[in-house]
C-alpha cells in the first residue's frame, strides 16, 4: 500500500526532476517537502516510454498499478489523501503542495509510551531550540503547582540555550482565573540564565488549549503540558517549520 497519492501533473513533474532536466524547480522543492511512498497507473502517459517502467521499478518510492480511478488511488493510499499542484474540486481530501497557506500538512513528530523513552525527545527539541532567536512556551499548567513548576524550570534550564534570547512563558487561565507567570517566578528563570529576557503573558484558554513550543523557525506542539517531557505517563510531539 502506498502512503499517499499524487496527482498526474505532481507525477510528471517527480520524474522529470529524476530522469529529466527540465523540471519546476519550485515544485520539486515543494513536493519533496511532503513526498512519501506513491502509485502509478500503469495507463499513465509517462509509461507510454518502453523503457520507463524498468526505470520506475529501480525507484524505492513508487509503486506500479492497474489503471483505477483518482477515488480508488487514494482510497488504497495510507493517508487517504492526494498530493495537488492546482486548486480543483475533488471528492476526497487533497493537500495543495503550492498553496502557502494549506492547513494540512505532513510533519514531523515522536511518540513516547513511558518516561524511559523521553530522553531522545529532550534532546531533540533541545537541539530544535538550540538556533532560536526566541522562544514562546504556551502551557496553562506550566506552574501549576510547586513541584511541577520545578520540574518544568528544571526542564527549561535543560532544553532552552543559554544564549541571549526572549523566553516568554504563557501561562495561567482566563476560564479559571488564573494569573501569568509571577515576577518571582520569571526570576527563578532569570537566575537561570541572565542572558534571558524573561516575559509572562496570560494563556488564552477561551481560544486555545494545546501546548506549544515556539521559535522564530519552528512550532512545535505538545500532545500535553511541558510536565509530560519529563514524566511517567505518554507524550507526543509534532514539529512544524514555518
Known amino acids: 500500500m502506498a502512503d ?4 498526474d501533473s505532481l507525477i510528471s513533474e517527480y520524474i522529470k526532476y529524476k530522469f529529466q532536466d527540465d523540471f519546476d524547480t519550485d ?25 520507463m517502467p524498468m526505470q520506475l521499478n529501480n525507484d524505492p518510492l513508487i509503486n506500479i498499478i492497474p489503471q483505477c480511478s483518482d ?14 499542484d492546482i486548486a480543483n474540486t475533488h471528492t476526497f481530501v487533497t493537500l495543495n503542495i503550492m498553496n502557502n497557506y494549506e492547513k494540512l500538512k505532513l510533519r514531523f513528530g515522536g511518540m513516547y ?36 513548576w520545578n520540574e518544568n524550570k528544571n526542564l527549561l534550564n535543560d532544553i532552552v540555550p543559554h544564549k541571549t534570547l526572549d523566553l516568554t512563558i504563557e501561562s495561567g487561565s482566563i476560564i479559571n482565573r488564573r494569573n501569568p507567570l ?37 512550532k512545535i506542539l505538545l500532545s500535553s503540558g511541558l510536565y509530560h517531557l519529563s514524566s511517567d505517563k505518554d507524550f507526543t510531539y509534532v514539529v512544524e517549520i514555518k
Not at 499517499?4 to 496527482?7: G, I, K, R, S, T
Not at 541572565?194 to 516575559?199: A, D, G, H, S
Not at 501546548?211 to 523557525?217: K, P
Request: proline content about 2%; glycine content about 0%; charged content about 25%.
Open 113 to 148: 509510551p513511558n518516561h524511559l523513552d523521553k530522553n531522545k525527545a529532550q534532546q531533540h527539541i533541545k537541539a530544535l531550540l538550540s538556533d532560536a532567536e526566541w522562544v514562546k512556551v504556551s502551557d496553562s499548567y506550566i506552574d501549576n503547582n510547586t513541584s511541577q
Open 71 to 84: 477515488e480508488e488511488l487514494v482510497h488504497n493510499s495510507l493517508l487517504k489523501l492526494m498530493l495537488i
Open 182 to 218: 509571577s515576577q518571582s517566578k520569571k526570576e527563578e528563570l532569570k537566575s537561570l540564565c541572565n542572558n534571558w529576557t524573561i516575559q509572562g503573558r496570560q494563556y488564552n484558554d477561551n481560544s486555545f488549549h494545546d501546548r506549544y513550543i515556539e521559535t522564530n523557525e519552528l
Open 4 to 7: 499517499l497519492a499524487l496527482c
Open 27 to 51: 515544485k520539486v522543492r515543494r513536493l519533496l517537502k511532503f513526498i512519501q511512498t506513491f502509485d502509478i497507473r500503469e495507463n499513465h502517459t509517462i509509461l507510454q516510454d518502453p523503457a
